[in-house]
């Protein structure tokens, strides 16, 4: 049986190869409208804000929680094409690469909600990233439809 390790590598994998995909697409999407806001989506509303915000989130939970780096979060204003977000996802693949080597070995995670302290698995904050990825990249496939654009699929299986 393979381990945990090797499981969330290969599903981290899956995560970037649809990441990519959705990069890609966005490659194709004006400048203009890569940071146009459209206050119907949360965060920002932009495709270039919803994908800081992923980023963010990432940085909070793996980077800042779970691995103790102190990460600044990046500013939407600091990615104003594709390649700055292509780039911000590479320290974030970065710092993924080192929770995941160590997952097996990292204990629980202790954090703060409005009325108390909470303790997670590190598989469960993996998880909660991963979705929380996925469900702001059907945001963005829906903002850029609103754009005039004809999504693309990006899910694992295509």
Same mark, same amino acid.
């Given at each position: 049986? $393979? %381990? &945990?390790? +090797?499981?969330?590598?290969?599903?981290?994998?899956?995560? =970037?190869?649809?990441?990519?995909? &959705? +990069?890609?697409?966005? $490659?194709?999407?004006?400048? $203009?409208?890569?940071?146009?806001?459209?206050? %119907?989506?949360?965060?920002?509303?932009?495709?270039?804000?919803?994908?800081?915000?992923? #980023?963010?989130? *990432?940085? *909070?939970?793996? #980077?800042?929680?779970?691995?103790?780096?102190? =990460?600044?979060?990046?500013?939407?204003?600091?990615?104003?094409? @594709?390649?700055?977000?292509?780039?911000? +996802?590479?320290?974030?693949?970065?710092?993924?690469? $080192?929770?995941?080597? =160590? @997952?097996?070995?990292?204990?629980? !995670?202790?954090?703060?909600?409005?009325?108390?302290?909470? #303790? !997670?698995?590190?598989?469960?904050?993996?998880?909660?990233? @991963?979705?929380?990825? *996925?469900?702001?990249?059907?945001?963005?496939?829906?903002?850029?439809?609103?754009?005039?654009?004809?999504? @693309?699929?990006?899910?694992?299986?295509?």
């Amino acid at each position: 049986m $393979e %381990s &945990l390790t +090797f499981y969330t590598h290969e599903q981290y994998q899956y995560v =970037k190869g649809s990441r990519k995909v &959705l +990069f890609d697409y966005c $490659e194709t999407i004006s400048s $203009e409208d890569f940071v146009d806001q459209n206050t %119907s989506f949360g965060r920002g509303g932009s495709i270039r804000n919803l994908l800081v915000h992923i #980023a963010n989130t *990432y940085e *909070y939970w793996i #980077a800042n929680h779970v691995l103790q780096k102190n =990460k600044i979060y990046t500013e939407f204003e600091t990615c104003t094409t @594709i390649k700055d977000v292509k780039i911000l +996802f590479e320290s974030v693949d970065d710092f993924m690469a $080192e929770f995941i080597s =160590k @997952i097996e070995q990292l204990e629980k !995670t202790v954090f703060e909600n409005p009325n108390a302290l909470n #303790a !997670t698995k590190p598989f469960q904050l993996f998880s909660h990233v @991963i979705t929380h990825e *996925y469900h702001h990249k059907g945001q963005i496939l829906s903002l850029s439809r609103h754009l005039g654009y004809t999504p @693309i699929d990006t899910d694992i299986m295509r």
